[in-house]
């Protein structure tokens, strides 16, 4: 179907598919395993590997984690279905990336980075805690340095000048920050769809990706390659956004059938994807870990800082204290793109 026209819009076609703050205090990798073992998540440098005895369970392909005991997998499944940080250190320690930072890669491409920030931070009267600087493996882009930033909350009564972690009793937003310069092969078509005219298009999607160019046939988008070839549309290049609207395959059919200027942002084909789906989360080890937040899906390229909306973006960090250790873990956790939903 060509789009351009109400009467005649493109299907989803879907195929299934298998799955300067702080100065850098050592430059330790973590490097993604060549094939992680859905059983077996590997860490950096050390493997996790499921004791003899234990049979593996059955789950559904997108799930992520296994639902056997903290200490064997490193994270677990609460009754809900809600994901929560687990100990990754319960079976064997972890590589360290940085003072107090390590990952592991886990199953459906999914990094979990975790820092054990000093909890004494989060009582005292500054404003930002950031960690130190971390490489990790990130699937589709390779080595990427990032660093966990945690922001005194905003509350009302409290002005800008006297936020801080003491005044605001602990609560705070986490934020990941890739460091890197994230290679971005995006271009922008900006016609004008008048009455009758179309884009002519066909456009497919697997599952959980975007907007792909099938065909280009007579319209808008041929007439623009023709007066721009340093920009053309090709077959295969990806559509991220249509007049602001991006992420749902709907919407963006819908704003594709939009009278007036349109204007559009593309990737070319080939070129790794920037974005992930980002989750957020606190505690664990010692003190119960509270549930992850998320997923929120995040281009790097565009934005270096990812963070949780304000709506759910606040936590309390005095809660999730290990008083022995004078720690508080925070988890980030990126992972390749999946449907939205289709992981618990």
């Known amino acids: 179907s060509i789009v351009g026209d109400e009467e005649a819009q493109p299907q989803i076609c879907r195929s299934t598919t298998f799955d300067p703050f702080e100065a850098d205090a050592q430059n330790s990798v973590c490097v993604a395993p060549p094939q992680p ?41 609460v009754q809900t279905g809600t994901l929560v940080p687990g100990d990754l250190s319960a079976s064997t320690p972890l590589q360290q990336l940085a003072p107090d930072v ?26 930002t ?17 990032f ?23 602990g609560n705070a ?33 697997r599952t959980g990706e975007s907007w792909r160019v099938k065909a280009i046939g007579s319209g808008l988008i041929t007439q623009w390659n023709q007066e721009h070839p340093e920009a053309r549309v090709t077959m295969g290049d990806s559509i991220l956004e249509v007049n602001g ?9 819908e704003a594709c059938t939009q009278r ?17 789906d980002v989750r957020f989360g606190i505690g664990g080890g010692a003190v119960p870990a509270q549930p992850m937040r998320g997923p929120v899906r995040h281009d790097f390229a565009a934005e270096s800082c990812c963070g949780l909306p304000a709506s759910e973006g606040v936590w309390d960090f005095l809660s999730a204290v290990d008083k022995t250790a004078k ?14 939903g289709s992981r618990p």
């Open 37 to 77: 073992s859905l059983l077996a998540p590997q860490a950096c440098g050390v493997g996790v590997f499921l004791p003899q005895g234990i049979p593996p369970l059955a789950m559904a392909p997108n799930m992520l984690a296994l639902e056997v005991p903290l200490q064997v997998v490193g994270q677990q499944m």
């Open 102 to 127: 390590s990952c592991v890669h886990l199953p459906h491409g999914v990094v979990r980075m975790q820092w054990e920030a000093d909890s004494r931070r989060f009582a005292g009267r500054g404003a």
């Open 129 to 145: 805690v950031v960690s130190p600087a971390f490489s990790v493996d990130v699937p589709g882009l390779g080595q990427q340095t």
């Open 147 to 169: 660093k966990i930033v945690v922001h005194a909350a905003a509350i009302h009564g409290v002005g800008k000048r006297g936020c801080s972690f003491l005044a605001v009793g």
């Open 173 to 205: 937003t986490v934020e990941l920050k890739c460091e890197s310069q994230v290679p971005d092969d995006t271009y922008v078509v900006v016609v004008d769809k008048v009455e009758g005219a179309r884009l002519g298009m066909d456009l497919e999607s």
């Open 245 to 253: 609207v991006s992420g749902d395959l709907a919407k963006v059919r």
């Open 260 to 276: 007036g200027a349109l204007r559009l942002v593309l990737r070319r084909a080939g070129q790794p994807s920037s974005s992930f």
């Open 327 to 340: 720690k508080v873990r925070v988890v980030c956790e990126i992972s390749s793109i999946h449907p939205l």
